[in-house]
């Protein structure tokens, strides 16, 4: 019985196998953009400012194994900053992998003539505008959202106490 579980489990894991490798060659293709869409990418990533959420990535992750050392020998921190410091400068460059991991989403996305368009919006004064006013709005939003979610909160609580009350519970 064990080998004919075993052995439907293998039919089953090979069926998907082969789904996942039929369904993976169309988004190979797609994965392979071209170069000019590569470019027209990168220049959006670098007009709007996309990589800055991620700039704090590698100092975080550095900083994040520096405070796993120190909690297990605290006496080790001149050495261990003198090494994060080393690792910072040595890692920076590697913040480019996530840059061409965003330009190779945009132009798998977007098609030439899309990134094209997109380009120009934000090359033109409205796009200026937006990249430059979409943190404050982006800060604003969450802060206003935050604020709205609590203040829900404080309506909600009470109407589930009274209609828990209804069905017999004293909340």
Do not use: C
């Not at 019985?1 to 998907?16: E, F, P, Q, S, Y």
């Amino acid at each position: 019985m064990r080998v004919i579980k075993a052995l439907h489990g293998a039919v089953r894991a090979a069926a998907v196998a082969a789904a996942l490798i039929a369904l993976a060659a169309p988004v190979q293709a797609q994965q392979k953009p071209s170069p000019r869409a590569m470019e027209m990418a990168k220049e959006i990533i670098k007009i709007t400012g996309a990589t800055s959420l991620f700039t704090p990535l590698i100092p975080g992750v550095i900083e994040q194994a520096k405070i796993v050392f120190l909690q297990q020998d605290p006496s080790l921190s001149k050495d261990l900053n003198d090494v994060a410091a080393d690792l910072r400068t040595q890692l920076a460059p590697r913040l480019s992998e996530v840059t061409d991991e965003i330009a190779r989403l945009y132009a798998i996305n977007f098609t030439e003539p899309e990134l094209k368009q997109l380009l120009a919006f934000y090359k033109s004064p409205l796009g200026v505008k937006l990249v430059k006013d979409q943190p404050i709005i982006a800060e604003s939003s969450v802060r206003f959202a935050q604020d709205w979610a609590n203040k829900l909160s404080e309506q909600v609580v009470p109407m589930i106490r009274a209609e828990m009350k209804k069905k017999g519970h004293n909340l």
